[in-house]
């Protein structure tokens, strides 16, 4: 270490008072309101909870609802979020219409007797057009019956028109049936959405009238699409996925597996899907993998290509259970080496697929509702699959009822599995 020598040191002399800068008090800022605009967008930016910022800072005064609503705030204006379940957030409230009957409302709140939330179509799609470019994530959520009457099919097509160049992301929520997805939405994502080639999220639940042609459009997004979810209305009911009309999509969409950048894809209960496109295996970066309540019947080979996918969920497809293990679950699948979750509740199965034992990183498996036997394949599982923390055995009315016999084959596998795995569990019932 090298220390300091006194000699060295040069002695510092003091500051008089003129030589301390001076500020005319006239020039700094009285109120918060003489800050310039640019620095007000950054404390409305800086606060963590966006959801107040856009309930609350429109309402402190005019200049700041028209600061709010200008283009110089357009950060604040990514996320446009129509909720049902609540009033609407990023729309009327952040247009400042109600400004001048708000503490009003406010006082009258716990005299009158809580309204039903609505959204008027009008003035949704108003506040997106006056910000067109500006919107990056469009969310419509809601549930049964609670979104406004004048909220149609058509302002949906007309709300993604729209924002859509800008989008990328767009999420129609869970329980938004009230609202069919109609054609108008889907002429939006071709002719808005698709060709600006931004989206990297499409979420959408409640298809019930999607086609081949529809969702065709959909595989141009190749750049940029990494999760893809459309789920129909009524997956998860057996009555649903064994009617005679089905319902969503008639078969697996070939053009779906030229999406390269996907990491995420989702297809539950579309009834008429009965098989997997080989060209699955295009889809390099797939981490999880969904296709329940379908008609699945086998399963490509080509499947086990997906040497990134984490998880799997087949569950719903009975079929599975119909056809020798060979034909339904090829050896090659054994070869999904990363594969951590795998799904395979009510699918009709009456033994453990073999290429199971070959998923050294599974760590979750469930074998729910179906009529799997307790037996050696199980105990395979233990040797094949070190990192198994949880096997699921739950049984429902159409499974094989528990008898002392199989109980007592369930205690030894589970006394088999905690010697190699302490802290694993096996869920029946």
Known sequence: MVEANDD?????????????????????????????????????????????????????????????????ASPLHETLEVDFEKEVQGAATREGEWEEDWSEEIEEEEERAPRRPSAQAS??????????????KLRVKGGFGTQSEDFSSCSLGRLVAVAGSSLTELRIGCGFYGLPVLKPFWMSLRNSIVPAGRLRSLVVEGIADASESDVDPI???????????????????????????????????????????????????????NAISATISSLKNLERLALGWCRLSSLPKELGELSGLTKLNLSGSSNLGNAPQDVTFPAELGKMKSL?????????????????????????????????????????????????REVWLCSGLHSATWTPATRAQLEVFKARLRAENPNAKVIHG
């Open 123 to 136: 003035r949704v799609i108003s506040w997106a057009e006056r910000r067109a470019g500006s919107v990056r």
């Open 219 to 273: 595989g141009q997004l190749a750049g940029s699409l990494e999760e893809l979810v459309l789920n129909t209305r009524d997956f998860g009911v057996p009555e649903a996925s064994a009617g005679s009309g089905g319902a969503g999509l008639p078969r697996f969409p070939e053009s779906l597996c030229g999406l390269t950048e996907l990491r995420h894809l989702e297809l539950f209960g579309h009834s008429q899907i």
């Open 8 to 72: 060295t040191l040069e002695p510092v002399a003091a500051l008089d008072d003129d030589d301390v800068p001076k500020f005319p008090i006239d020039d700094l800022p009285k109120t918060i309101n003489d800050l310039p605009k640019e620095l007000l967008v950054s404390v409305f930016e800086a606060v963590e909870d966006q959801t107040w910022v856009r309930l609350t800072f429109p309402l402190v005064c005019k200049e700041w609802a028209e600061i709010y609503r200008s283009r110089d």
């Open 340 to 388: 951590r979750v795998l799904i395979l509740s009510h699918c009709g199965l009456r033994t453990v697929p073999a290429f199971v034992g070959e998923l050294e990183s599974l760590e979750l498996l469930d074998l729910s509702y179906n009529d799997v036997q307790i037996d050696a394949t199980l105990d395979s599982l233990i040797k094949g699959c070190p990192r198994l």
